[in-house]
């Protein structure tokens, strides 16, 4: 997660607030100047305005001989003022004061040393016949002045009589100042709105960015379930397309290479098996082969050498190489079976009774059981039919026969029974020999695969028939297997009585 000091929405304030204050600070400091300057001029502009409203004033007599029978007792109201300023006009010949203002004699005593302070001749020949002064006036008893600063207007009006108009500095100044103060007071405000809204505003941008580097960063651990939920059309919610779109394609382009990779690891699974089972079946093959080979030759070698000098021993070499031979005939005729039925050779359907063909299987197998008292009991009579390949059925009852018959304790008993289910036959071999163990039951049906090596090859076993079992089971999809139950072991294979092509 980002740190505070490191988020986009506190740097956006930061500068945004930052620039504002340096905006503020200048525009006061600019403000500042130009509203004191703007004070001044308009102070000196509005005495020259009173000065000319005096001017047409006194030029009209009847006003001035209203004011000398006092019948004007002020000029306030009777002229133009704008900033209130005090106006003293004397008359030069008896140094009579008129004012808009109370005065009294200390004062207009103070306004006549004034007027004689100044050369009023100068403004009789200047062209604007005033000067605006300004003037600092210690507090005296002399007057009714209690001292300050002053702009001053003095100059002589067209009927020569001098008039001063005062204003105080203070006035401007403390305007100026109210002005500064209320321009900051805005400012503040502007300032505490601004950081509101740059705030409000920064957080609505970054949002939508916290939440892209949440979902960039989920992508990253290949967790592609993440989306970004897109609220605008700028450039940021196309940016979020683009991230979802992207997320998509990376998750799309992700399960297509887990899935090559499966098939991959599949096919080299496939290849590796196959191989292993090249292997098993060449050392099996091989194995096989090697003892009858071995006899084969060591018989036709006495032949060769003359150990077999009589009839009778030569007939005896010759029966076993002819044996051997006829040994190692089945088995390679056996693999020529296994291997048509495992790539898929057709089979023949037909009807025909599967019990009969059984006692018949029987009967022929019945020749190995003359030197023991095993018997087999097969207790069905009742014709079933079924359908199935009858030559390949065949092959399957020889060899669970046989298997039984090898295994099978001494004086021990053999059964065959049937089961039936919804429409399908169960065959069932039963011999009463010692259970299998659990990891030969999952192996047994895989081709040389023996329990009992030695015992194998006492009867001369392949470890074939069985895996000629599975095989045929296998081209008819019918189910087969084998169990282990109390005193011995069952096998058994299923066929269909009913044809369901």
Known sequence: MFRISHSIRLKIAII???????????????????????????????????????????MIEGNVRALEEEEIISLY??????????????????????????????????????????????????????????????????????????????????NGFSIILRAPVESSNESSLFMARLFMSISAGILLIEILIVLYVSNMFSRPIIEMSRVAKRMS?????????????????????????????????????????????????????????????????????????????????????????????????????????????????KLINLNQLETGDDISIEHFDVTALISETIKNSSILLQDTRTSITFDETEPEYVWADSFMIEEVITNYLSNAIHHVSDDGDIRVWYEKKDGVLRVNVYNDGNNISDEDLEKIFIKFYKTDPARTREYGGSGIGLSIVAAIMHAHNKDFGVYNTEGGVVFYFELDIVNDV
């Open 16 to 58: 945004v607030f930052l620039s504002t204050v340096l905006t503020i600070v200048i525009s006061w400091s600019i403000s500042t100047h130009f509203i004191e300057q703007f004070y001044v001029t308009h102070t000196t502009n509005s005495l020259i305005k009173t000065y000319k409203s005096c001017n047409e004033f006194f």
């Open 77 to 158: 109201g009777y002229v133009d003022n704008p900033v209130s300023a005090s106006i003293y006009v004397i008359d030069p010949e008896d140094f009579r004061v008129f004012t808009s203002v109370k005065l009294n004699e200390k004062t207009a005593i103070g306004i006549q040393a004034l007027i004689q302070s100044y050369d009023m001749s100068e403004f009789y020949n200047s062209e604007t016949k005033y000067k605006i002064v300004k003037n600092k006036v210690q507090p005296s008893e002399a007057n009714d002045y209690k001292g300050g600063s002053f702009y001053d207007l003095i100059g002589v009006l067209d």
């Open 221 to 333: 651990s290949l967790d592609f379930s993440a989306k970004i939920n897109v609220r605008s059309h700028d450039e940021i919610g196309t940016l979020g397309e683009s991230m979802n779109e992207l997320s998509g394609k990376l998750e799309d382009s992700i399960r297509e290479l887990k899935n090559a990779n499966l098939e991959l690891s599949n096919d080299i699974r496939e290849k590796e098996h196959i191989e292993e089972m090249r292997s098993e079946f060449l050392s099996h093959v091989s194995h096989e082969l090697k003892t009858p080979l071995a006899i084969i030759q060591g018989y036709a070698e006495g032949i060769k050498s003359g150990v077999a000098d009589d009839p009778e021993t030569m007939q005896y070499y010759c029966d076993v190489i002819s044996d051997e031979a006829s040994k190692m005939n089945a088995l390679v005729m």
